[in-house]
């Protein structure tokens, strides 16, 4: 009787254990419940790419396009908002390694990102170009020999390997770093998304001295950067961003840092539509 009671003791054990195995493999596997049983979701974002991420010089908060999304998917999953700085090259691995549980900073949609991290519906799309000095050539091919600025990791900095194989392409950390070495002349253009260049050249006091191409490198569509295999927190992403466009509010959000108001307005071309 003694033998049979541990033995049905073992097994209770064991199954105990898987048990718990089990539901801990299981809150591991939905990081949407995480998130929600934490009461907090992680963003990474920009501090030093406006208008989608930087330091507001008088609250020292971070504020942008990107910013405003975060908070609004925060509030669409009945959640606090910790924001996390990142700069290009720190987006992906900081949402691997867990320390962010979503990537909310003008992360474009590529095959190759894609095969390590999920995306969201575009909820930004855009072009690439370029800015140079005003007395500089007007045509894109121009450049196909130059020093070209780009901020590393970004999308612009591989195409111009493959567009302009013949120049040579200096990487910066952010964008305020690339501008100053177009400054400096340590490059003759640098590159980067439409509204990014837009937004740069409007704040900078000399800006006159500068121009932005009309011709576009590429098209990019902005998503919102997600773990692999998170169903989930995805589709929760994805309702609320299909939520916005038909509210009015993520137009409202574009006006704020692209509209007439503003010192570069962009025109809206785009509307989120469910994926």
Do not use: C
Not at 63 to 88: C, H, I, M, Q, R
Not at 135 to 150: F, H, Q, V
Not at 233 to 245: G, Q
């Amino acid at each position: 009787m003694a033998k049979t009671q541990r033995t049905l003791t073992k097994i209770a054990l064991i199954v105990g254990l898987t048990a718990t195995g089990l539901t801990t493999f299981s809150a591991q596997a939905d990081q949407l419940a995480d998130i929600k049983a934490k009461g907090v979701v992680k963003v990474a974002t920009f501090d030093a790419n406006p208008p989608f991420g930087s330091v507001d010089a008088k609250t020292h908060e971070l504020v942008g396009y990107d910013v405003d999304f975060a908070k609004a998917l925060a509030k669409s999953l009945g959640v606090k908002l910790e924001l996390v700085a990142t700069n290009p090259a720190n987006r992906i691995p900081l949402l691997q390694s867990g320390k962010a549980d979503l990537i909310v900073a003008d992360i474009t949609i590529t095959p190759e990102r894609a095969q390590v991290i999920d995306f969201s519906t575009p909820y930004f799309v855009t072009g690439q170009q370029f800015l140079v000095p005003v007395a500089s050539g007007d045509k894109l091919d121009d450049y196909s020999k130059a020093r070209i600025g780009a901020v590393k990791g970004t999308t612009g900095e591989q195409t111009l390997h493959q567009r302009f194989p013949q120049s040579r392409v200096l990487s910066y950390d952010d964008i305020p770093l690339a501008l100053t070495a177009l400054r400096n002349g340590n490059v003759q253009a640098i590159t980067q998304d439409s509204t990014i260049l837009a937004g740069l050249l409007g704040e900078a006091p000399d800006k006159a001295k500068f121009k932005i191409l009309p011709e576009l490198l590429s098209k990019e569509e902005i998503g919102v950067g997600v773990k692999k295999g998170e169903a989930s927190l995805l589709k929760a992403v994805n309702d609320e961003l299909v939520a916005l466009e038909k509210s009015g509010d993520a137009a409202k959000i574009y006006d704020v840092w692209f509209g007439p108001s503003t010192k570069a307005p962009q025109p809206r071309s785009f509307t989120i539509e469910a994926k």
